[in-house]
């Protein structure tokens, strides 16, 4: 069997990695090549690793670099016409996917056009799932409410688990610091200068009420470390960044003040009770508030169908709003263990006894004749 796998982000490169892994042990031979990052390189040298080139937010970022991301669709377009695997797995990154998926229609049915982590088009553009179901195989979601969303339109769906709730152990209060609270702004640079000062300015006005209130963050790359470092000097915070990684933080932290993104669910799946902070340029979030079509931003909230997590987003995230909630998260045990317990109804959501193993639902896929 031959696999040509396209994912552009570490999130989608860690996912993919682990899935075809676990392929490799069901199909022995199994050959890789494809689009990802340094794990899924690891696993296979014919996988080229581009996600820290690939990885862009925004219209903006993506504009700029326009003529590279032309140049890498039509190249792995013609990987793929050349190399004429059994199936094509699309991991995520629907700006580059989607419009990938569209342009190998050609070469069906005899290439698989297999779907990993859906786009979250019913956000922000149901319309786009019918054409998906015409466009593609078979899609792997991993959240339990897609999978009738896509069956409806007619593309068969395996609901597979989220894979970092299948991989994520949740902690109570036991090894926690009481006094420590974590402040997560985000993995990108852009994230990190419009959210950490208005966390660093919330944490001073928390330190006046509790002096006992120590202060961390975790920081994914040198270059932000000391742009963290030189905030938290300005704003007069001693604030201990590095050498903990987020989960390490998150495992560690009483409470937190989580930016929105993947951390707030992985947040959610260790158990620490934490806010949603989002803060963006007002362009943005206007066209934001255009398009996505949900009551909620945070993952948690959506699947839970009611707010368990405060949401703290644009005009909303003020130093005086996440600066009360953390010492309410502080102050309070019942608050904390309620939340974990909400917590524990949306991992069992995720981790659902009908959800199928990725693996065997991506041998399936790639096995099975097209209707």
Request: net charge positive.
């Given at each position: 069997?031959?696999?040509?796998?396209?994912?552009?982000?570490?999130?989608?490169?860690?996912?993919?990695?682990?899935?075809?892994?676990?392929?490799?042990?069901?199909?022995?031979?199994?050959?890789?090549?494809?689009?990802?990052?340094?794990?899924?390189?690891?696993?296979?040298?014919?996988?080229?690793?581009?996600?820290h080139?690939?990885?862009?937010?925004?219209?903006?970022?993506?504009?700029l670099?326009?003529?590279?991301?032309?140049?890498k669709?039509?190249?792995?377009?013609?990987?793929?016409?050349?190399?004429?695997?059994?199936?094509?797995?699309?991991?995520?990154?629907?700006?580059?996917?989607?419009?990938?998926?569209?342009?190998?229609?050609?070469?069906?049915?005899?290439?698989?056009?297999?779907?990993?982590?859906?786009?979250?088009?019913?956000?922000?553009?149901?319309?786009?799932?019918?054409?998906?179901?015409?466009?593609?195989?078979?899609?792997?979601?991993?959240?339990?409410?897609?999978?009738?969303?896509?069956?409806?339109?007619?593309?068969?769906?395996?609901?597979?688990?989220?894979?970092?709730?299948?991989?994520?152990?949740?902690?109570?209060?036991?090894?926690?610091?009481?006094?420590?609270?974590?402040?997560?702004?985000?993995?990108?640079?852009?994230?990190?200068?419009?959210?950490?000062?208005?966390?660093?300015?919330?944490?001073?006005?928390?330190?006046?009420?509790?002096?006992?209130?120590?202060?961390?963050?975790?920081?994914?790359?040198?270059?932000?470390?000391?742009?963290?470092?030189?905030?938290?000097?300005?704003?007069?915070?001693?604030?201990?960044?590095?050498?903990?990684?987020?989960?390490?933080?998150?495992?560690?932290?009483?409470?937190?003040?989580?930016?929105?993104?993947t951390?707030?669910?992985?947040?959610?799946?260790?158990?620490?009770?934490?806010?949603?902070?989002?803060?963006?340029?007002?362009?943005?979030?206007?066209a934001?508030?255009?398009?996505?079509?949900?009551?909620?931003?945070?993952?948690?909230n959506l699947?839970?169908?009611?707010?368990?997590?405060?949401?703290?987003?644009q005009?909303?995230?003020?130093?005086?709003?996440?600066?009360?909630?953390?010492?309410?998260?502080?102050?309070?045990?019942?608050?904390?263990?309620?939340?974990?317990?909400?917590?524990?109804?949306?991992?069992?959501?995720?981790?659902?006894?009908?959800?199928?193993?990725?693996?065997?639902?991506?041998?399936?896929?790639?096995?099975?004749?097209?209707?």
């Amino acid at each position: 069997m031959r696999i040509f796998v396209v994912a552009g982000e570490t999130s989608g490169d860690a996912h993919a990695a682990v899935l075809l892994a676990a392929l490799q042990t069901l199909t022995p031979g199994l050959q890789i090549s494809g689009l990802g990052g340094p794990k899924l390189h690891a696993l296979s040298p014919d996988v080229e690793d581009w996600a820290h080139e690939a990885a862009v937010i925004g219209l903006w970022d993506i504009l700029l670099r326009y003529g590279w991301f032309r140049q890498k669709f039509h190249a792995a377009r013609r990987r793929i016409e050349e190399e004429k695997p059994d199936a094509v797995l699309l991991v995520d990154y629907p700006g580059f996917n989607l419009r990938l998926v569209r342009a190998l229609q050609p070469l069906r049915p005899a290439v698989k056009l297999v779907y990993y982590i859906s786009p979250q088009v019913w956000a922000w553009n149901r319309g786009r799932i019918p054409r998906m179901a015409r466009w593609l195989d078979r899609m792997l979601c991993i959240f339990p409410f897609e999978q009738e969303l896509y069956e409806a339109s007619g593309l068969p769906t395996s609901f597979v688990g989220h894979p970092m709730a299948l991989h994520t152990q949740p902690m109570g209060e036991a090894g926690r610091d009481p006094n420590l609270l974590a402040l997560l702004p985000g993995s990108r640079d852009r994230e990190v200068r419009k959210i950490f000062p208005v966390m660093l300015t919330a944490a001073r006005q928390v330190r006046e009420v509790r002096p006992a209130t120590r202060f961390a963050a975790a920081a994914p790359s040198e270059k932000l470390r000391e742009l963290m470092t030189v905030m938290a000097a300005e704003a007069g915070i001693t604030c201990e960044i590095g050498p903990l990684k987020a989960r390490e933080l998150m495992e560690k932290a009483a409470a937190g003040l989580v930016a929105s993104g993947t951390a707030t669910l992985e947040a959610t799946l260790l158990g620490l009770p934490y806010a949603l902070v989002y803060r963006t340029a007002w362009i943005t979030y206007i066209a934001a508030r255009i398009v996505i079509k949900v009551p909620y931003l945070g993952m948690a909230n959506l699947l839970a169908g009611r707010p368990i997590v405060k949401e703290f987003i644009q005009n909303d995230a003020t130093p005086e709003a996440l600066a009360a909630e953390a010492i309410r998260l502080l102050d309070d045990p019942a608050a904390r263990t309620a939340m974990r317990l909400d917590f524990a109804a949306v991992r069992n959501e995720l981790t659902s006894p009908t959800a199928v193993s990725p693996a065997l639902a991506l041998r399936d896929a790639t096995t099975t004749p097209q209707a």
